[in-house]
């Protein structure tokens, strides 16, 4: 099965699918443009979808990661940083603390700077903010952590929004957000 693309979705769609970025502040209405392409798994390509997005980039790609193990996304996230795309993650501080993978150390030696949010009980986002602002920009979200377990045992969704511009600019003020309160990763 591969990933479904829609040519349009709704701003009811994108309230559903994103909610609110903080507890205080009301969902915003954002008129739907743009594609929205999804995968389920097991079973569906929601891996190679994520990569793609992220071979799609061309200025940043900005990550916020509860569980990260998958060598393939890492990877795309490490050739993106060698094509001189600006790359950054923020992962749960938790869980790559008593994760036995080497994937996150991995990709802070590989020179993409990654943070630890530690202010939250789980920092359980599972966003992908690609070329914010850009007429062609994404945002990567869903269910699906970026694990192999996410791929190959897990029932999982994951949704790639493209071409709305407010919503990436969104998504992306939400990643700085976190960011103000993150710590470097070093390994």
Known sequence: ??????????????????????AATPPVPNTGSGTVQYAFTPGGRADAMIIAAIASARQQ????????????????LVSARHR?????????????RS???????????????????SQHAAAHNKVIVIDAGDADCAVVTGSFNFTYNAQHRNAENAVVLRGNPPLCVAFRNNWLHHKA???????
């Open 1 to 22: 099965m591969s990933p479904h693309v829609l040519p349009r979705f709704t701003a009811v769609a994108l309230l559903l699918i994103c909610g609110s970025s903080h």
């Open 181 to 187: 309160h993150s710590m470097p990763h070093h390994r």
């Open 61 to 76: 790609v900005l990550v916020q990661a509860y569980s990260f193990t998958h060598r393939r996304i890492a990877d795309a």
């Open 84 to 96: 001189g795309v600006d790359v950054a993650v923020i992962a749960d501080h938790d869980q790559t």
């Open 99 to 117: 994760n036995t993978s080497t994937v996150i150390r991995d990709i802070t030696r590989s020179g993409v700077p990654v943070l630890l949010d």
